[in-house]
């Protein structure tokens, strides 16, 4: 069974860089069968989708952060990062990082139909954005 | 607010069945497959189902997704006290190319 543990500064300043690290134990971050992800989620509020790797490097962005996101994955340390820049209060919340299954199924017009969920999640992380 | 919409909060006794909903359009629910998690209170959130009603191992039978159209519903039966938390439902937005989530309901056992 896969676990997963964010790690990284629980403060960060207005305008700075927020970067965490997400360290996976019970296997290998190079299986082919998984994505990586970041989600969030601000005080008493619900889930975000921050974005999404694959071991090879591939990634995929939540269009409303892509321009201050930067996700990658280090194979040899079996952990996967997060840097989001340019901080502000609103970037204050709990940032979790989570095991992710995507596929694709076609239905009879052979439209894609796409299947994506996060099966195993880290216990979360809570950064604050505070001078 | 949320892409995807859920009901703040659903209440039922220790015993009953409770559905929750989740509204969304073509583009997401009506076209992709849905997931749906829970939060105990402070706590990680933990996958429920996915693929519209499929249960991981060791999700108990109690709980069930359903989708029909653009709408999903989970469903629980044999309410228990430790079935409080919040539910999420999640899927895939092809024109946003974002997976999005609803802004979750709060289930009380009263």
């Known amino acids: 069974q896969l676990q997963l543990q964010e790690s990284g500064p629980g403060l960060v300043k207005p305008s700075e860089t927020l970067s965490l690290t997400c360290t996976v134990s019970g296997g290998s971050i190079s299986s082919s069968s998984y994505y990586w992800g970041w989600i969030r989620q601000p005080p008493g509020k619900g889930l975000e989708w921050i974005g999404s790797?694959?071991?090879?490097?591939?990634?995929y962005y939540n269009p409303s952060l892509k321009s201050r996101v930067t996700i990658s994955v280090d194979t040899s340390k079996n952990q996967f990062s997060l840097k989001l820049s340019s901080v502000t209060a609103a970037d204050t919340a709990v940032y979790y990082c989570?095991?992710?299954?995507?596929?694709?199924?076609?239905?009879?017009?052979?439209?894609?139909?796409?299947?994506?969920?996060?099966?195993?999640w880290g216990q979360g992380t809570l950064v604050t954005v505070s001078s | 607010q949320s892409v995807l919409t859920q009901p703040p909060s659903v209440s039922a006794a220790p015993g009953q069945k409770v559905t929750i909903s989740c509204s969304g359009s073509s583009s997401n629910i009506g076209n992709n497959y849905v997931s749906w998690y829970q939060q105990l209170p402070g706590t990680a959130p933990k996958l429920l189902i996915y693929d519209n009603n499929k249960r991981p191992s060791g999700i108990p039978d109690r709980f069930s997704g359903s989708k029909s159209g653009t709408s999903a519903t989970l469903g629980i039966t044999g309410l228990q006290t430790g079935d409080e938390a919040d539910y999420y439902c999640g899927t895939w937005d092809s024109s946003l190319s974002a997976m999005v989530f609803g802004g979750g309901t709060k289930l009380t056992v009263l």
């Open positions: 790797i694959y071991y090879s490097g591939s990634t």
């Open positions: 989570a095991s992710m299954l995507r596929d694709y199924y076609y239905d009879s017009s052979g439209y894609p139909l796409h299947s994506h969920y996060f099966d195993y």
